[in-house]
């Protein structure tokens, strides 16, 4: 009997040790669910100055070029140019051989002056004539044919004329000159070719200014005008940027990708620019004076949204937002309810999430660059 009130009696002991232990463990656990503040580092809010810039590609060309051809035939006498130097708007490039037209014009100017000295005969004649008329001692008939002999002859000084002015063209045609400011293209002549009408004979291309092209989204059509500035790189002048103005904005978009032709010329003095060169070009289509902007390493992607966390009294709190311009260490933010100045998490944004605590650190200051 007594054996059995022992055994009872430590059952009953044991159970309370146990019932003990379990509170001890759920008061442990109780301890543990409560999560501890994440450590984060902070950047802020900032206002400056933002641009959108449009960046495009295309390829440079000369404003005008124009290769020259043989308006007569004839004989290259004379070549006046070197290939790939500049000319003058007017300078001579080739001459052809004008002995012929030259012998032409003298005959033609001989037989003016010959058919004048007949016209002014036959005025004087008729001037003799004229009081024999009104004396009778001629008829009308004889009168009128001084007056046609005049006619005749005014009519082959007329034609002598305009032979003339015509072989004194064909005497121009045999000098060619350059159209513009230029610089020539490569020599194909030599002294002695014989040149028919519309035979090439050298190309004249003007490099300054040059011209590019490229292609806008039909979204910024009303952020581009006439004589607005571009920038231009080419590879061989990484470090240098050339400026142009626009000068064409094409009246109509292509169907076939959503786009409009631009064209801007662009200054050449130093000719350090090539037709046919690649160029980056940009274009600021539009200026924010006071814009929004956090650090880049704030801002999260997913393909669903984009937001960032900001931290309101210990808490990491999600706000959504829209981006403008994007550079590697800032982000413009539009329609942003966040203040300037405004806490937001860099280092530890992946372990957040809305309404955790958080513990700011301050960040490790940059090392200066020697």
């Known amino acids: 009997m007594h054996k059995v009130s022992g055994a009872i009696a430590l059952m009953t002991i044991f159970s309370t040790l146990l019932a003990l232990g379990g509170c001890d463990r759920g008061g442990g656990e109780a301890v543990r669910t409560a999560a501890p503040a994440i450590p984060v580092i902070l950047g802020e809010v900032t206002i400056r100055p933002v641009e959108l810039v449009l960046e495009q590609v295309g390829t440079l060309a000369a404003s005008q070029e124009v290769t020259l051809r043989s308006e007569t035939e004839g004989r290259v006498v004379g070549i006046d140019f070197q290939e790939g130097r500049p000319v003058a708007r007017g300078a001579v490039l080739v001459r052809l051989d004008n002995e012929k037209v030259q012998a032409s014009i003298g005959n ?33 008939l004889e009168f009128d044919n001084f007056e046609t002999a005049i006619v005749e002859v005014q009519a082959q000084i007329a034609a002598a004329r305009a032979k003339l002015a015509l072989e004194k063209v064909r005497l121009s045609d045999t000098v060619l000159r350059a159209p513009f400011d230029g610089v020539t293209g490569v020599r194909t002549l030599s002294i002695g070719d014989y040149l028919r009408i519309g035979d090439p004979v050298v190309m004249v291309i003007d490099l300054d200014p040059l011209e590019i092209t490229f292609q806008v989204p ?55 620019l090539k037709p046919g060169m690649f160029a980056r070009v940009t274009v600021v289509t539009e200026t924010f004076p006071e814009a929004v902007t956090v650090p880049w390493e704030s801002v999260i992607q997913t393909e669903r949204e984009t937001y960032l966390y900001t931290v309101e009294a210990g808490v990491a709190r999600k706000v959504p937002v829209r981006l403008g311009q994007v550079t590697a260490d800032w982000a413009q933010l539009f329609d942003s309810a966040l203040a300037p100045g405004a806490p937001v998490i860099l280092e530890g944004k992946f372990a957040a999430s809305d309404g955790i605590k958080v513990a700011p650190k301050t960040a490790a200051a940059p090392q200066a660059r020697e």
């Open 108 to 140: 033609l100017q001989a037989q003016v002056e010959e058919l004048n000295a007949r016209l002014q005969f036959r005025q004087r004649a008729m001037e003799r004539n004229r009081p024999l008329l009104a004396q009778e001692l001629i008829s009308p």
């Open 218 to 272: 039909e979204r910024l059509k009303p952020k581009i005008s006439l004589d607005q500035a571009v920038n231009l790189r080419v590879s061989p002048y990484p470090e240098r940027e050339f400026v142009g103005r626009i000068t064409f904005i094409a009246p109509q978009v292509e169907i076939a990708t959503r786009t409009f032709q631009v064209k801007a010329q662009v200054d050449n003095r130093e000719r350090l």
